[in-house]
């Protein structure tokens, strides 16, 4: 079952629900501009896990774009992740059904071909029919450049497109291999400068097991909400407006509205 529907801009009062940029599932049954590292579509395909439905490359193992581990996008995540520098979280869900791990790096270029890849996979190891949940922070001391006139910032600033690559050195070709690349429910959290700086409560920790606990500053709390991702409101127990038990949640990431004399704020909460 797909464990994330879409991520929601955290400083918006309402929660809603829309494909948009910095989001991609596949709910339309098409590829939503997902393609092979060349552009094309050879040996990608949809596929159910019904009523849901998710992305799959299968990897015929020659040194070819077809055995080529790696997929990209050229148009839901064209965006600005260095707004706070490191103020985004990509965030999708993989299954790893093959004998061997998926070493996982986020790829982005530029439109002057510049291209970065993360430093460090996020290594999956094999888990037959079991969805994995990734999460990959934006901050520029996370990339590697691999080459192009710009710097990383530079590329962080203006992404053209985004890609997913499987290899386990640092590169912006997947690997060639013989096994499949399954994923779902891309997702881009935007955290925003209010996330770093001149906050009305601090929340901590994050991410927990159990409780949230919330320091205002002089604002009095009026009431404490927590959502998950779909803007569904979820029961939790809550002592008090300071602390609030979020150990029945399953593990993911929620979104935490605090409604004060001074306003809403939405907080990102991640749920181990």
């Not at 992305?55 to 774009?65: A, E, M, P, Q, R």
């Not at 590329?155 to 690349?181: C, K, P, R």
Request: aromatic share 12%; with cysteine.
């Amino acid at each position: 079952m797909k464990l994330l529907y879409i991520f929601i801009l955290l400083f918006s009062a309402s929660i809603c629900y829309s494909q948009s940029q910095g989001n991609t599932s596949f709910e339309s049954q098409t590829f939503e501009d997902w393609t092979n590292s060349d552009g094309s579509l050879t040996n990608l395909s949809i596929e159910p896990i019904l009523p849901f439905y998710y992305l799959k490359k299968s990897c015929d193992g020659t040194n070819t774009v077809n055995g080529e581990m790696a997929i990209k996008n050229s148009t839901y995540f064209d965006d600005n992740y260095m707004n706070g520098n490191g103020a985004a979280m990509i965030s999708f869900v993989v299954k790893n059904d093959n004998a061997f791990n998926l070493y996982l790096r986020l790829g982005f270029t530029d439109s002057e071909g510049t291209k970065i890849v993360q430093t460090n996979p996020v290594v999956v190891s094999p888990e037959s029919g079991v969805w994995q949940s990734i999460y990959i922070s934006t901050r520029s001391d996370s990339w590697t450049l691999v080459e192009g006139p710009n710097t990383i910032e530079d590329v962080l600033f203006q992404t053209d497109e985004m890609w997913i690559i499987h290899n386990e050195d640092i590169s912006f070709i997947g690997a060639y291999v013989n096994g499949n690349l399954e994923v779902d429910d891309f997702g881009t959290i935007y955290l925003g400068i209010d996330d770093f700086k001149n906050e009305v409560f601090i929340v901590y920790p994050i991410p927990t097991k159990d409780k949230i606990y919330i320091k205002p500053s002089s604002s009095i709390i009026e009431r404490i909400e927590v959502y998950d991702l779909l803007g569904r409101k979820k029961n939790i127990s809550q002592n008090n407006l300071k602390e609030i038990d979020v150990s029945t949640l399953t593990t993911g990431i929620y979104l935490l509205k605090i409604v004060s004399d001074s306003g809403i704020q939405t907080k990102k909460i991640i749920k181990n």
